[in-house]
């Protein structure tokens, strides 16, 4: 799905004058303002109900505006940036002083991408043509906060409808969950957020697994809440060995349930919907919110998830599933 020329204009003349736009990225779908505008950021904030003290990410061109919004950038940011951008990493940088608050949450620091999707990086260099070459566009997750993030355009008109005046259209999204998220603002690289780009391929360039850190004196950062991504219907996760018992258990009470699964459904005692995921974690953070979203339409009481592998290649999709058991079921 390729935007026309009409489209671009339409979303960067949007953008000129201070208003939203949904665009793709290869994680999410993001809704976008001008980062530098402090007025067109507050209506992200407005349009997702986000607590205005929670940061967005800058999406960028390249990493030659980097610079711009940031400064005393390290030399292991840099190296970062050429390994992996475009793509869903995100840096955490000493800002600018000129960089809004509105932005940063109040911070002194920056979280800054060059996202990894066609369609958002020529909406980007457009709109760098006009505003200036360093221009760059905020953009969390183009859903209500808290709720599932959108991995289509029409997950975006079903959260947002009427808030967002335009959502260009780029297909579905590659990866399917958020970006990686490094903090480079402290001396030794660690990582805030889990994503698509693991420890594993962090090492390659940094020669260590870097550390993952939830401790107070980290930035905040977009995704860190302890609730998010989260279905309206009440979530459950469960081990596979107790899967059948529990599903059975559900029944008898009278409940319907609905279960996300790598595992095809058993013969007996079966739920009101089952959804066979990838038995691969990148397969199955693609199809996750997809499979969050459908089933929360299915009319069920109840969805249960069969807990994931314990190693360290199920890190992110396991970060996403426990802040969605946390903020499940809160309507």
């Not at 919004?69 to 995100?90: C, I, R, Y």
């Not at 609905?258 to 089952?274: D, F, L, Y």
């Not at 069969?306 to 992110?316: F, G």
Request: charged fraction near 20%; aromatic fraction near 4%.
């Amino acid at each position: 799905m390729t935007p026309s020329d009409l489209d671009y204009q339409r979303a960067v003349d949007l953008l000129v004058a201070g208003e939203l736009v949904a665009l793709p990225t290869e994680t999410v779908y993001g809704l976008g303002a001008d980062a530098a505008n402090p007025a067109a950021v507050a209506k992200i904030f407005a349009a997702k109900g986000r607590p205005a003290d929670h940061p967005l990410i800058v999406h960028l061109a390249g990493h030659d505006a980097v610079d711009h919004w940031a400064e005393q950038v390290p030399d292991v940011a840099w190296e970062l940036m050429e390994t992996f951008w475009p793509g869903p990493l995100t840096l955490i940088l000493k800002k600018q002083a000129w960089v809004p608050d509105a932005v940063t949450g109040g911070q002194d620091t920056v979280g800054l991408r060059v996202p990894g999707h066609p369609v958002a990086l020529e909406l980007l260099r457009r709109f760098a043509n006009v505003k200036g070459e360093h221009a760059g566009i905020a953009a969390p997750s183009a859903n209500r906060f808290g709720r599932i993030s959108p991995t289509t355009a029409g997950h975006v008109a079903e959260e947002l409808g009427e808030r967002v005046p335009l959502i260009l259209d780029g297909g579905p999204c590659k990866v399917g969950i958020e970006s990686t998220i490094i903090d480079c603002s402290r001396g030794e690289p660690v990582i805030l957020r889990p994503g698509h780009i693991s420890p594993v391929h962090l090492e390659a360039v940094l020669g260590r697994q870097p550390a993952v850190e939830t401790a107070a004196g980290a930035p905040r950062v977009s995704g860190s809440l302890e609730a998010h991504y989260a279905p309206v219907t009440p979530l459950r996760m469960v081990a596979g060995e107790r899967l059948l018992d529990f599903i059975n258990a559900q029944r008898h009470r009278g409940g319907k349930c609905a279960v996300i699964s790598a595992n095809q459904p058993p013969q007996a005692g079966m739920p009101h919907a089952w959804r066979l995921m990838p038995a691969d974690p990148v397969g199955y953070a693609h199809d996750l919110y997809a499979a969050l979203r459908d089933m929360d339409h299915a009319g069920v009481d109840l969805i249960v998830v069969e807990a994931l592998p314990a190693d360290a290649a199920w890190v992110a999709v396991a970060d996403r599933l426990r802040r969605a058991v946390a903020g499940a079921g809160q309507a």
